[in-house]
T-cell receptor
Framework: EAGVTQFPSHSVIEKGQTVTLRCDPI?????LYWYRRVMGKEIKFLLH????????ESGMPNNRFLAERTGGTYSTLKVQPAELEDSGVYFC????????????FGEGSWLTVV | AQSVSQHNHHVILSEAASLELGCNYS??????LFWYVQYPGQHLQLLLK??????LVKGIKGFEAEFIKSKFSFNLRKPSVQWSDTAEYFC????????????FGTGTKLQVIP
């Protein structure tokens, strides 16, 4: 079974540019999560999709971040315009149930804003 | 809101040394506890978890953790580390029952010297 895949693995962009991160969950997993780790800090929850619907987006830092999951399969996380403090690792995770207890993580997308 | 504290940010050990990584959480209710590990260049993966029952939990690769409710702790242990255990370790918690997002600690980088 393929795991959670994320693209790109690394991205370096200038402040003010736009970046779109993609996540492909494990097939059959209705629940998809985005987490972020800013350098030296803890991994923080951003949002949770159940199929194509946003179940919880309480962790999204501001309106420069837009997550979508059209069709309930893969998800994208767009940062526009990017700021320096957006640098970090963006993890995607998926699970079959929504209990939060059987989550599978991707390798993460490293974003550096310069 | 719940929080997780990992006291050691960077630990350096020689091979065959014993390991104990501290983890404390703050929440008065019933929790589920996890340790995740991220090996260099790999995705975040589950090492072990505690939901209920025996407070001493055995995980993969010889790791174990003990849940001490009175101390709000879930320390990770391994009697004899190997070079291949070099990784970053994250303690995490979810609230029991229903959907809850995962709250992570800041992580502990373990470096094992051959």
């Amino acid at each position: 079974e393929a795991g959670v895949t994320q693209f790109p693995s690394h991205s370096v962009i200038e402040k003010g540019q736009t970046v779109t991160l993609r996540c492909d969950p494990i097939s059959g997993h209705d629940n998809l999560y985005w987490y972020r780790r800013v350098m030296g800090k803890e991994i923080k929850f951003l949002l949770h999709f159940v199929k194509e619907s946003k179940q919880d987006e309480s962790g999204m830092p501001n309106n420069r971040f837009l997550a979508e999951r059209t069709g309930g399969t893969y998800s994208t996380l767009k940062v526009q315009p990017a700021e320096l403090e957006d640098s970090g690792v963006y993890f995607c995770a998926s699970s079959r149930d929504s209990s939060g207890n059987t989550i599978y993580f991707g390798e993460g997308s490293w974003l550096t804003v310069v | 809101a719940q929080s997780v504290s990992q006291h050691n940010h960077h630990v350096i050990l020689s091979e065959a040394a014993s390991l104990e990584l501290g983890c404390n959480y703050s929440y008065g209710g019933t929790v589920n506890l996890f340790w995740y590990v991220q090996y260099p260049g790999q995705h975040l993966q589950l090492l072990l978890k505690y939901f209920s029952g025996d407070p001493l939990v055995k995980g993969i690769k010889g790791f174990e953790a003990e849940f001490i409710k009175s101390k709000f702790s879930f320390n990770l242990r391994k009697p004899s580390v190997q070079w291949s255990d070099t990784a970053e370790y994250f303690c995490a918690v979810t609230l029991s029952g229903g959907y809850q997002k995962v709250t992570f600690g800041t992580g502990t980088k373990l470096q094992v010297i051959p």
